[in-house]
């Protein structure tokens, strides 16, 4: 730890008010650093703004469509219970009144409200310039005398006066959410195609859609080469293996060797991370969806620590609140990094036992049930204590054994 007089305050821009954005605004605030934080919608919530609009193009690949940020559709409820949502001290806790969601899995708009709520709460939202898109970040050159964290330059546009901005900052944490672009499942097909979501929320739609549509068919690489199950609780809902291919008249071939005559064909294949606006002469590639190379999923160690990543999750917000204060804390040189080369050794040393494995680059940042050893190791960088009364790990646990409420994951 550094002594209290080495402590310093950075200017701080942070991309995006979703909830990474936000509780890291607030982190960094704590921490005494000056912040500004850049939104290019309207409001604060990122993904949890709910709008009607869909994009022209459905696979959402023309760089040319009017991108709908969210990807939160109607009948949308959380997968996770609410009690692992909230941050340490602002719970998600049930709110009183005609327009709040009581329940344990609430709708989307209930998340949307109590992002709202921490923003005024903490009074996050003067610190944000809404509408305003960073078209561009790129490292400036080192003027700081020496004190070993480079600077950055964040160029802006405010969408209404068009202005646009070009500014110095210490440090930039970048909080722009990852479902925007989508990954394809390579399927020659004449059939409808559209993408929405992740496998999670595939295998919610799906059993939404199963309530109206003939029959609904449900492929996926988890399931062994020979699944053809009948889903409980709805006669019209199949789970298959792969598909192995789509043939001309729209007829889908699944590796178990049934054959399906299909109207529409969904990808729920997850999205890309794309940093098109970060320039990192290199530094930090997106390679088959491996964010690289980022220590602790957060600091890429060549530029470390004036950039930083917040997201990738299993539980999000509890996570993004630590890694929050984690890069809070660094940047003021309260805690220490260890040096380049261990980081970047470490680095190492993880993808050569995910290769191990046989787990594809696209999983590096899927940190599964190691979700919660990660979040051990940043609580005990912050000298905070997990456990807050409900253990994220308990409930976890809980509504995975009782399949939840909701049904959902
Ligand atoms: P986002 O919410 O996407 O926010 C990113 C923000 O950055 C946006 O507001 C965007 O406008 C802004 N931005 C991006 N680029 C720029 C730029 N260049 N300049 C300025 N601003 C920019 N999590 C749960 O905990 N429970 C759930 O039940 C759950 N269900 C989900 C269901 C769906 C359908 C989806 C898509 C996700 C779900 N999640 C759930 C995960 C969810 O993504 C996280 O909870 C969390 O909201 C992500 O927050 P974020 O801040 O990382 O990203």
Redesign the pocket.
């Given at each position: 730890m550094a002594s209290s007089t080495s402590i310093k305050s950075r200017h701080v821009a942070v991309?995006?008010?979703?909830?990474?954005?936000?509780v890291a605004a607030r982190e960094l605030r704590r921490e005494g650093h000056s912040v500004v934080v850049?939104?290019?919608?309207k409001q604060?919530?990122?993904?949890?703004?709910y709008t009607d609009h869909v994009e022209s193009d459905q696979l959402s690949v023309d760089p040319t469509r009017i991108v709908v940020?969210?990807?939160?559709?109607d009948s949308?409820?959380?997968?996770?219970p609410r009690e692992?949502?909230g941050f340490r001290d602002f719970p998600f806790a049930i709110r009183s009144g005609e327009s709040r969601d009581q329940r344990r899995?609430p709708s989307?708009g209930e998340?949307l409200a109590y992002?709202q709520d921490f923003g005024k709460e903490f009074g996050i939202e003067e610190l944000i310039r809404f509408e305003?898109?960073?078209?561009r970040g790129s490292p400036a050159a080192k003027i700081d005398g020496g004190e070993g964290i480079g600077k950055w330059r964040i160029e802006?546009t405010e969408k209404e006066k068009k202005i646009h901005c070009d500014e110095i900052y210490d440090a930039v944490v970048v909080?722009?959410?990852?479902?925007?672009e989508p990954r394809l499942a390579e399927i020659p097909a004449i059939t409808i195609v559209f993408h929405n979501?992740?496998k999670?929320?595939g295998d919610?739609i799906s059993r939404d859609i199963a309530g109206f549509a003939k029959e609904v068919h449900v492929a996926s690489w988890s399931n062994p080469a020979d699944t053809y199950i009948k889903q409980t609780g709805h006669p019209n809902l199949w789970m298959h293996s792969m598909i192995e291919r789509v043939l001309e008249n729209g007829s889908v071939v699944f590796q178990n060797g049934k054959t399906v005559l299909a109207h529409v064909i969904m990808h729920s294949t997850g999205y890309k991370y794309d940093f098109s606006?970060l320039d990192t002469n290199g530094s930090v590639t997106v390679d088959d969806n491996r964010v690289g190379p980022l220590y602790k999923h957060i600091f890429p160690p060549p530029l470390a620590p004036s950039l930083s990543f917040?997201?990738y999750?299993v539980?999000?917000?509890p996570m993004?609140e630590l890694q929050s204060k984690w890069i809070a804390g660094v940047l003021s040189g309260r805690i220490m990094l260890p040096s380049k080369e261990d980081m970047l050794m470490e680095i190492k040393n993880l993808y050569a036992t995910l290769e191990g494995e046989g787990i594809p680059k696209r999983y590096t940042h899927s940190l599964g049930i190691n979700h919660f050893e990660y979040n051990d190791w940043l609580a005990s960088q912050i000298w905070v204590l997990r456990n807050r009364g409900v253990e994220e790990r308990d409930v976890f646990d809980e509504f995975h054994e009782e399949d939840g409420e909701s049904g959902?994951v």
């Open positions: 991309i995006g008010a979703g909830a990474a954005g936000l850049f939104e290019r919608q604060v919530g990122g993904t949890w703004i940020h969210s990807s939160v559709y949308l409820r959380t997968n996770l692992c949502m899995f989307h998340v992002l305003t898109t960073v078209v802006s909080c722009n959410g990852h479902y925007i979501l992740s999670i929320s919610d606006f917040v997201g999750h539980i999000p917000f993004f959902d």
